[in-house]
């Protein structure tokens, strides 16, 4: 877990919403201390009736609709108070309102802005989608998140589509695609375990054997692209380890660069040849990174020599097909690979989640063992 300091690194104000329509902006609110969260923010609606001479919740609804330049809908205010409307309780509070509430607050009363929301940032647990999708609230980050990342960073992508020709809605998704369904359904129990949200799995019409994870939320989507800096669009010659990455624990960094070797790295093992007659041919180990972006083979690199691996790194021309070979094209890739004693440390410290890759481990130790015996 990290320090306050920290936490506020990620805070919930980051995510101001924009567009004007209320009933598409995420809404905020907690289950685990739902009347301690109402009976805060009553408080501060409270504050704000009195210093502006508001009497009555209509005009307070005029007041808000002409603050935010919409139309604010009478279910919401009933959700300000934690109500419910023709019997159905309205979950949360829109963060575009919430946001301005607090801002308000502190204007009225003098008091620091961080301070009540970090107050009120304790309180809360959840987010909501206008569709009511129940998302966790992320005051932190571990190594499960960090593993995500990676793998979001090799082999997914933050899709810069919307979901209709005039650009109104954007789609939010997150994708993933591997060729193994096992390694993909236990990425999707990862985003549970840290989102509380189940992706969508699906095969890909164009190919027979790669299989896409889908997930689609504004909240996890902008911690992605906005928090963690991850490109929207494309990524491959731009993308490097995210800054809080970069600045976290050891744990952290290795988790991140598991989930970018899992997806766009490689294992494997070989017999060397002996230079020499009067040496013997050995079994050799490798774990080898290729990518287009420069920066995310330095930021790797950059870590690793941090806790003692010997990096090689290289660049070279390479190919680069359509997807059905059709079309070739030559471009620039850069990698590193850690080799010998550097990837048996790879492999017994950090590791791999892909069961390709552990595979290709287990197979190492298999042939090490046989030769010597």
């Known amino acids: 877990m990290y320090s306050n300091n920290q936490i506020n690194q990620i805070r919930l104000h980051n995510y101001k919403e924009d567009g004007n329509i209320l009933k598409k902006w995420i809404r905020v609110a907690s289950r685990a201390n739902e009347s301690l969260f109402y009976l805060k923010l009553y408080g501060l609606i409270k504050i704000i009736k009195k210093e502006r001479n508001i009497t009555s919740w209509i005009e307070f609804r005029e007041f808000l609709s002409k603050k935010l330049n919409a139309n604010i809908d009478i279910t919401t205010l009933y959700g300000l108070r934690g109500g419910k409307f023709n019997g159905k309780r309205r979950d949360g509070v829109p963060l575009k309102i919430f946001y301005f509430l607090v801002n308000e607050y502190c204007n009225l009363t003098d008091r620091k802005f961080e301070d009540v929301l970090n107050e009120f940032y304790e309180i809360l647990d959840s987010v909501y989608s206008f569709m009511g999708n129940k998302c ?54 990862m985003f549970y375990s840290v989102f509380g949200l189940r992706p969508h799995i699906f095969k890909d019409c164009r190919s027979k054997n790669l ?34 990455i970069r600045k ?8 991140f660069i598991r989930g970018v070797i899992d997806g766009d790295g490689c294992i494997y093992s070989y017999i060397q040849k002996a230079k020499r007659p009067t040496t013997n041919d050995f079994l050799s180990f490798r774990v080898v990174l290729r990518v287009r972006s420069k920066m995310l083979i330095k930021d790797v ?15 070279y021309m390479g190919n680069s097909f359509s997807r059905d070979f059709s079309k070739k094209r030559k471009i620039k890739f850069y990698g590193l690979y850690l080799q010998s004693k550097n990837a048996v440390k790879y492999s017994e410290e950090i590791g791999s989640l892909n069961p390709t890759k552990i595979k290709k481990i287990n197979e190492y130790y298999q042939k090490l063992s046989f030769l010597r015996h």
């Open 211 to 244: 299989w896409i994870l889908s997930l689609k939320s504004k909240y996890i989507f902008r911690l992605f692209t906005q928090i963690f800096e991850i490109p929207v669009g494309k990524k491959s010659k731009i993308v490097r380890m995210p800054r809080l």
């Open 136 to 189: 966790k609230l992320v005051k932190s980050f571990g190594m499960d998140l960090c593993y995500l990342l990676g793998m979001v960073v090799a082999d997914g992508t933050c899709p810069n589509s919307f979901s209709r020709k005039n650009k109104t809605y954007r789609t939010y998704e997150i994708r993933i695609s591997k060729d193994s369904l096992v390694f993909i359904q236990r990425l999707s129990d």
């Open 248 to 255: 976290s624990s050891k744990e952290n960094q290795f988790a």
């Open 301 to 315: 690199a950059e870590s690793l020599r941090k806790y003692d691996y010997y990096v090689k790194e290289f660049s």
